[in-house]
């Protein structure tokens, strides 16, 4: 057997143009994430970048809030609400965040449309593409080739731009000084646009994305999807403007095959629902479009469920899309009130573990520590401490107040001392730390220790 028989060569697939409701949409979408995406890092909110990710600091600065590693359980918050979230939207309405929101999906429309600017419709790209290289090919190539390349370095730019201020990066790049990791994520980031929006299009949806393997196990008979009224639509064949296709004995399908040629993916959507649809709308635009000039109902192509096709109720609400409705509400909920009670200050107490104890020159039972005082406000504050626990309680710091910088960390010597017959002759006791902010009082955050005593005593 040979290897012509087991493997087909890929065929590109020239989208054809169409005009409809759906598409309107997925423009409207496009262009509010392409902005979204290229806007968002030149905005800043009280001096600090709207959203940006500094790596070298450790900050994540994101709507004028200040993240810190220590905030991690935040960021594995977001992740586990946008992987429900997308499941949610998945039970309920398929593959929609493929057809309309996913960065493959987005990069890749833009795409085509510098392709249709430089090479024409789909016709005439197919003929440019199978005719001989020749002076009008190498233009319209070339000129696409400026238009893919320039895009996906802005592109890469901006994408190191989330990680780097922005401006800073341009008078850098203006004056050919960029450092070495950032040129290196630039073109990388820029290469990968380029190659998966310009040269894999679907392919990355047919092969290479995880999401379209297993989302089937997240859809049922009330999912809504892309569907052919069979019932409606057969028999096919062609007719005249004006027949009655009962007459002939057909169905309102003329097969025409508009749907399979202005689908992204290269399916025909008449052979049921496949897992290479991304439902986006295009096959029932081109139907819609068709049946108005026949005058036939519109439909015959539409987002519906397997239910309603067999004239059966459908349900929005079920099982799964309850339980990912409360976890939704649930998990949104913890993360803005976790947001709302954060505090601007961190307190970790680290025991000196040489002494546990010892006997001051006054007679006085002292403890050691390190205090590590982390600023996760954008503003510096000078901090000063309080204990509370026993009777006669005291502490000291070096220095007595601590002035530390917007995200900074510092780690403070600290003394805790407590006469010995304030205790309570069991080994130990608990105590309670203060860091409280002179400028704002308050801004302050407790932390427990144990004070450790001689026992019997």
Known sequence: MTAESMYAAHEKIHPREIKGRFQTIRKATVFALLGVFYVVPWIRIAGEPAVLFDLPARQFHVLGLTFWPQDFFYLTL?????????????????????????PQTVWTE???WME????????????????????????????????????????????????TPITDLLSRAAAFELGPWETFWSLFYGFAT??????????????????????GAMFDRDTLVISYDEQRGEPRGGRARGVDPASKGLGHCIDCNLCVQVCPTGIDI???????????????DACNSVMDKLDYPRGLVRYTTENALEQ????????????????????????ATGLALREPVRLDILTDRNALYRETSAGQIENSYTFKL??????????????????????????SAVTIGAGETLSIPARIQLDPSDTTGIGGVDVTVTAKSMRDKAIQHSETTRFRTPVGR
């Open 110 to 112: 833009v795409f085509l």
């Open 78 to 102: 977001l992740l586990v609400i946008c992987a429900l979230g997308l499941f949610f939207v998945t039970s309920l309405a398929g593959r929609v965040w493929c057809g309309y929101a996913c």
């Open 116 to 163: 249709h600017w430089t090479e024409g419709k789909r016709g005439k790209r197919i003929k440019l593409d199978k005719g001989p290289w020749n002076r009008e090919k190498i233009l319209r190539k070339g000129s696409k080739q400026i238009l893919w390349i320039s895009f996906a370095l802005l592109t890469g730019f901006t994408f190191v731009g989330f990680f």
């Open 374 to 399: 982390t600023n996760m406000s954008n503003a510096t504050h000078t901090y000063q401490f309080d204990v509370s626990g026993p009777r006669g309680i005291t502490i000291e710091t070096d220095p």
């Open 270 to 284: 008449r052979d049921g629902l496949q897992y290479e649809c991304i439902a986006c709308g295009a096959c029932i």
């Open 194 to 215: 380029y190659f998966n929006a310009g040269f894999l299009r679907e392919q990355v949806c047919l092969y290479m994305c995880p999401y379209a393997r297993f989302q």
């Open 312 to 335: 059966k109720p459908s349900r929005i609400m079920r099982p799964r899309t309850l339980i990912y409705t409360v976890l939704l509400v649930a998990l949104i909920t913890a993360g």
